[in-house]
């Protein structure tokens, strides 16, 4: 009979068997070993724990321990360490093949409505259906909204259920889930990548017109 743990996995709190506890520590050390390196690193390991936190909420389904089987099933979504250039992880403990694994690597990620805050002008409303329905450039969704506030319709009104509905895209993962992408190990690193260099590229040309005007 395996021990079990309690454990909080992305503020997630979960009761896991002893094989899965030992084989997620080892899967989550190799990522942040990995990742060591990156300054969204601490970002990266904290937006994942929340994902692979998803995945066993989705994967329990009323049943109360995580076991190998589902970690295994979770792994095979978020990738496996190789997958993303890591070294693979030393198999010390005791993995189990199940037929159903395929079927959740096979799965795609389904696209969410957010409300978009990297895009927004008021409450990131309009730029999270744009991100939704496919559209390149929020805009003309910001001036539908407006002419309908302007010809006194509903749109204010809607505007504001929806800004109540929507939740915010606040982790990579909820970010790319807004867009339809696929939220494993390498997107969700990248994204957090590609905002802290938007990040610091906004801050460099601001430093340099500051420093432009005070020549001037």
């Not at 929020?138 to 539908?144: A, D, Q």
């Amino acid at each position: 009979m395996n021990k079990i743990f309690n454990i909080n996995l992305g503020g997630f709190p979960f009761t896991i068997d002893e094989d899965a506890y030992l084989n997620l520590n080892q899967y989550l050390k190799t990522i942040k070993s990995h990742f060591s390196d990156s300054e969204g690193c601490e970002e990266i390991l904290e937006d994942i724990e929340i994902r692979l936190g998803e995945l066993f909420n989705d994967q329990l389904k009323g049943r109360q321990i995580v076991t190998n089987n589902d970690l295994e099933a979770a792994i095979s979504i978020m990738g496996k360490p190789e997958d993303f250039g890591a070294e693979s992880i030393k198999e010390d403990h005791t993995h189990q093949k199940h037929s159903h694994t395929t079927d959740f690597k096979k799965s795609k990620s389904k696209k969410r409505l957010f409300r978009d805050p990297d895009n927004k002008v008021v409450g990131g409303v309009c730029s999270g259906l744009a991100a939704y329905f496919g559209i390149d450039d929020p805009l003309w969704l910001r001036i539908g909204w407006v002419a309908l506030f302007i010809t006194g319709g509903m749109g204010l009104f809607i505007y504001i259920v929806l800004w109540i509905a929507m939740p915010m895209a606040k982790t990579s993962a909820d970010k790319l889930a807004m867009r339809g992408e696929n939220v494993n190990i390498s997107s969700i690193a990248k994204q957090v990548e590609d905002e802290l260099y938007d990040i610091s590229d906004k801050i460099g040309n601001t430093l340099k017109d500051f420093g432009s005007k005070k020549k001037g």
